[in-house]
């Protein structure tokens, strides 16, 4: 069984810093590809960034310079580096994990694993 719990969410001023992060139990983060979406109430999830297995990253455009994903596979654990942050990043922050029949494609991947979520909150 897949679990993907994130961690590290929270409230910060606009400008600052947060580091989600991913445990996997049941996948091997390094097999396929992992991500990060986030949602806010009222709108459609929307993709942040996607690390592949052989950890090449991509960006949604609005991300680029400003967050950075990585993974541990030694750890079993992916991150979101996200830094300059804007009240706009504010959201429900979701890790997912790639399968090949999975139902949402972003950047090249298609993700069929879902973590519950990590809210952040950014003030201005």
């Given at each position: 069984q897949v679990q993907l719990?994130?961690?590290?969410g929270g409230s910060v001023q606009a400008g600052g810093s947060l580091r989600l992060s991913c445990a996997a139990s049941g996948y091997t983060v390094s097999r396929y590809c992992m991500g990060w979406f986030r949602q806010v109430p009222g709108k459609e999830r929307?993709?942040?960034?996607?690390i592949e297995g052989d950890s090449s990253?991509?960006?949604?455009?609005?991300?680029?310079g400003r967050f950075t994903i990585s993974k541990d596979n030694a750890k079993n654990t992916?991150?979101?580096q996200m830094n300059s942050l804007k009240?706009?990043?504010t959201a429900m922050y979701y890790c997912a994990a790639g399968e090949f029949g999975g139902l949402v494609w972003y950047?090249?991947?298609r993700f069929g694993y879902w973590g519950?979520?990590?809210?952040?909150?950014?003030?201005?």
């Open positions: 719990v994130e961690s590290g929307e993709g942040v960034a996607v990253t991509s960006y949604a455009d609005s991300m680029k992916l991150y979101l009240p706009e990043d950047l090249g991947c519950q979520g990590t809210q952040v909150t950014v003030s201005s």
